[in-house]
């Protein structure tokens, strides 16, 4: 089983960008999709973004839309990014990386997801 790892969280200013990783150790992303979801303190879990396969693109929440953008290291295919820009306080949570199998393309609901990481903090301050 593949295991998941988040790097990159921190504590930033409204505005600022921040790249979050995800290094997957003991097998590589080439058959399944990896993909951002987040906790804020009181709040469901809820997704962020998914990577595309093929023709499919990557799929976002309305509230990063623009903002955020996943993209994984195609060379190793072990380490997968979100880039995050403009900032807003209302994206300060706990940043978790999960994967879901290529028949739930298209899929953003956290039940598809396993193999889920231990989050990393990210808090962007007003």
């Known amino acids: 089983q593949v295991h998941l790892v988040e790097s990159g969280g921190g504590f930033v200013q409204a505005g600022d960008s921040v790249r979050l990783s995800c290094v997957a150790a003991?097998?590589?992303?080439?058959?399944?999709?990896p993909g951002w979801f987040r906790q804020a303190p009181g709040k469901e879990r809820e997704f962020v973004a998914v990577?595309?396969?093929?023709?499919?693109?990557?799929?976002y929440a309305d509230s990063v839309k623009g903002r955020f953008t996943i993209s994984r290291d195609d060379a190793n295919n072990t380490v997968v990014y979100l880039q995050m820009t403009n900032l807003k306080p209302e994206d300060t949570a706990l940043y978790y990386c999960?994967?879901?199998?290529?028949?739930?393309?298209?899929?953003?609901?956290?039940?598809?997801?396993?193999?889920w990481g231990q989050g990393t903090q990210g808090t962007v301050a007003a």
């Open positions: 999960a994967t879901t199998s290529l028949s739930k393309l298209g899929s953003t609901s956290a039940r598809d997801f396993g193999a």
């Open positions: 003991g097998r590589t992303f080439s058959d399944s999709l």
């Open positions: 990577i595309g396969w093929r023709d499919a693109s990557p799929l």
